[in-house]
C-alpha cells in the first residue's frame, strides 16, 4: 500500500481518490442553476466551487485565489457600506466570467507543465540518465515538499546587507526633507503629496524593503535554527522600512510571499521539533498580519480628510472592531464596485491598445504610447468619493475591449501556471520567492492589477536573480 504523504500545500496527493465525474457534473449543475435564478449568487458558488476543486486537485494556491474571489463577491452582496451601489452587484457575473478566464488559464498552464515535466522524466528514464535534478522537473507524482538549500551564512549576510543599504538610499531619495506618510497626522493626504513626487527611480529601488523583508523572513522560518534571530530581526527592520509609506500592501508583499514559499517548502533536517505545527505556525504569522494591517487600514481612513472618510466616520467612528470590518470589506469590494461603473460606461474610454498595460513604465513607457490615467478614470467613476482603485479587469477591458480582456486573462492566467507549475519543485528561495510573488499578485486581483500599474517587478526581479546566483556553488579553477 503506498503511504499517505502529509497535507501540504501544491503537494500532489496521489492517494486521495479523485472525484467522481457525476459529482463534478452535478456541482456544475447545481451552479448553473442558480446562475439562472440569481446571477451575483450563482458567481459567488462558482468561485467557492473552483476553490474546492483546485485544492481537490493539488492546485492549491490556484484554490487560495479562487477563494479570495468568493469572499470578495460575499463582501459586495453582504455587507453595507458607503461606497456601495448597484453597479458593483450588477456587474459581478460579467467579472466573474474574466476571473473564470484567469483561473481556467492558470489551471491549463499547470496542466501543460506537468505534462512537459513528465515526458521530461519519461525520457530520462528511458535512455538510462535517471531524474532530471533542473528545478521544477520533480516528478509530478512526488508528495514531499523541497528543502530550500540556502547560500552560505556570509553570502547571505553579504547580501541581505546590500540589499538594507539600497531600501536606505531609497527612503533617503523618496522622502528627502519630508515626513514619511506613516508618521503624518493623515496620512492619506500626506501619500497623495508624495505621489507627485514619486517616479519609476525611486519606485523600483524602494522594493529593496519589500525583497529584504520575504528574504529575511523566509530564512527565519523554513531556514536553520542557527542564527534565526539574527534574520528575525532584520526582518522588523525591512518591514519598518516598507511600512514608512503608510502603504498596507507593501507591508503584506514582503510577508505574504515569504509564507507561501515556507508553506511549500520542508523545514531543514536537525532543527528541533516545534510545539506547534510549522503550517499552522506560518498561517496564524500570515493571519496575525492581515489582522494587524485589517486595522491599521481602519484607524488610517478614520483619519483622513474628505467625503468618504466622514461618511465612514460616521457609520463605524465610535466602534474601532465595526471600523477594522468595514475596512476589509472596503479592501474586498471596492475593486468589484469600481468595475460595475466601468462597466457601465465601457464604450465612453477609448480602447488604449495596450497603453494601459505599459502604465508601469511610467514617464519612460508615455513617451512611447501616450499619456494614459488609469486612476484618473476609476476615481470618476467613483465620485463622489474619488476612490482611486483600478479593478482586475479594467486595465485588459480598456486596451482591448470585452472580447480581447477574455483573451488577455486567459494568456495571463496561462503564464501563471507555467511559473506555478515550473518552480513548484525548485531547491532555491530565489526561485520559490519569485513564484510566491507571481501567486500574492495572481490573488491581489482582487483589488487591482497592480503588475500592469506599479514597476514593483523591475526591482524584484534583479534582486531574486542576485539571491540565485549568490546560491548556486563556485566552479573550482
Not at 155 to 168: I, N
Not at 180 to 204: C, K, Q, W
Amino acid at each position: 500500500m503506498t503511504p499517505r504523504g502529509p497535507l501540504t500545500p501544491d503537494a500532489t496527493r496521489p492517494s486521495r481518490e479523485p472525484l467522481t465525474p457525476a459529482a463534478v457534473a452535478v456541482t456544475a449543475g447545481v451552479v448553473m442553476l442558480v446562475l439562472v435564478f440569481d446571477a451575483r449568487v450563482g458567481s459567488v458558488l462558482g468561485m467557492a466551487a473552483a476553490a474546492f476543486f483546485a485544492a481537490r486537485a493539488g492546485m492549491w494556491w490556484l484554490g487560495a485565489t479562487a477563494a479570495a474571489w468568493a469572499a470578495a463577491f460575499t463582501a459586495v452582496l453582504v455587507f453595507p457600506g458607503p461606497y456601495d451601489s448597484f453597479a458593483g452587484p450588477a456587474a459581478m457575473p460579467v467579472l466573474a466570467a474574466f476571473v473564470g478566464c484567469f483561473l481556467g488559464g492558470w489551471a491549463i498552464g499547470r496542466k501543460l507543465e506537468s505534462t512537459r515535466q513528465t515526458r521530461r522524466v519519461h525520457v530520462a528514464s528511458v535512455g538510462g540518465a535517471g531524474s532530471v535534478g533542473l528545478a521544477g522537473s520533480e516528478k509530478p507524482a512526488a508528495v514531499k515538499r523541497p528543502l530550500l538549500v540556502w547560500p552560505s551564512e556570509r553570502r547571505l549576510r553579504l547580501y541581505l546587507g546590500g540589499v538594507l543599504f539600497v531600501a536606505f538610499v531609497s527612503a533617503v531619495l523618496r522622502f528627502r526633507g519630508t515626513l514619511p506618510p506613516v508618521l503624518a497626522s493623515n496620512p492619506d493626504v500626506a501619500r497623495e503629496a508624495l505621489s507627485h513626487r514619486d517616479n519609476i527611480y525611486t519606485g523600483v529601488l524602494g522594493q529593496a524593503w519589500t525583497l529584504g523583508l520575504a528574504v529575511a523572513l523566509l530564512r527565519t522560518v523554513a531556514g536553520e535554527a542557527r542564527h534565526r534571530w539574527l534574520y528575525a530581526a532584520l526582518a522588523v527592520v525591512f518591514a519598518g522600512g516598507a511600512a514608512l509609506g503608510a502603504s498596507k500592501n507593501a507591508v503584506l508583499v514582503g510577508i505574504v510571499p515569504a509564507l507561501i514559499a515556507a508553506l511549500s517548502t520542508r523545514r531543514p533536517p536537525g532543527r528541533k521539533a516545534p510545539k506547534v505545527r510549522p503550517a499552522l505556525a506560518v498561517t496564524l504569522i500570515g493571519g496575525f498580519a492581515v489582522l494587524l494591517v485589517v486595522i491599521l487600514g481602519g484607524q488610517r481612513t478614520l483619519a483622513g480628510e474628505g467625503i468618504f472618510e466622514d461618511e465612514f466616520r460616521a457609520r463605524y467612528g465610535s466602534n474601532p472592531a465595526l471600523a477594522s470590518v468595514a475596512s476589509l470589506d472596503l479592501s474586498l469590494s471596492s475593486s468589484t464596485e469600481t468595475f460595475g461603473r466601468l462597466w457601465q460606461q465601457r464604450d465612453a474610454v477609448p480602447h488604449g491598445h495596450g497603453a494601459y498595460s505599459l502604465k508601469f513604465a511610467g514617464r519612460p513607457g508615455e513617451r512611447l504610447v501616450g499619456h494614459t490615467d488609469m486612476y484618473l478614470i476609476t476615481s470618476q467613476l467613483s465620485m463622489p468619493y474619488f476612490m482611486n482603485t483600478a479593478t482586475f479587469a479594467a486595465i485588459p477591458l480598456l486596451d482591448f475591449g470585452p472580447a480581447g480582456a477574455a483573451v488577455y486573462l486567459l494568456v495571463v492566467g496561462l503564464v501563471v501556471g507555467l511559473v506555478d507549475r515550473r518552480l513548484q519543485g525548485s531547491t532555491g528561495p530565489a526561485q520559490h520567492l519569485a513564484r510566491a510573488f507571481v501567486v500574492y499578485y495572481a490573488a491581489f486581483g482582487i483589488y487591482e492589477f497592480y503588475v500592469a500599474l506599479q514597476p514593483f517587478w523591475l526591482g524584484l526581479a534583479p534582486g531574486l536573480l542576485a539571491l540565485f546566483l549568490m546560491g548556486r556553488p563556485r566552479r573550482a579553477g
